[in-house]
Nanobody
Framework: VELVESNGGSVQAGGWRTIFCTTGGYAFYSMGWFRQAPGKEREGVARITRGGRTTYLEAVKGRFTISKDNTKNILYLQMNNLQEEDTAIYYC????????????????????WGQGTQVTVSS
């Protein structure tokens, strides 16, 4: 199984960007987005289950939306009102255990990872 992120790039502060993750056609129980800025630890941004339940990092609530196309098995992250602190490499992740996690935005709750796509926000 290979997760492939795409559509990263440069955006001006206040702008928007949608990044994608393809799964090679495989339907996972839940998927998520993480990000890692230079010199910082990887942090969970958002998670969505097969049933559509979502969880967000507090810092992105109201600005980012995670969604998925179940027919094409594509995961999306719509990012609005981007700020410089959103600059990071964004990673797609997937979990197929079917478990309900008490801390669903921790890296250890995912098994599969993509290679990442860079999003740079400038003022």
């Amino acid at each position: 199984v290979e997760l492939v992120e795409s559509n990263g790039g440069s955006v001006q502060a206040g702008g928007w960007r949608t990044i994608f993750c393809t799964t090679g056609g495989y339907a996972f129980y839940s998927m998520g987005w993480f990000r890692q800025a230079p010199g910082k630890e990887r942090e969970g941004v958002a998670r969505i289950t097969r049933g559509g339940r979502t969880t967000y990092l507090e810092a992105v609530k109201g600005r980012f939306t995670i969604s998925k196309d179940n027919t094409k098995n594509i995961l999306y992250l719509q990012m609005n009102n981007l700020q410089e602190e959103d600059t990071a490499i964004y990673y797609c992740a997937a979990d197929d255990t079917g478990r309900t996690w008490s801390n669903p935005l921790t890296p250890g709750t995912f098994t599969y990872w993509g290679q990442g796509t860079q999003v740079t926000v400038s003022s």
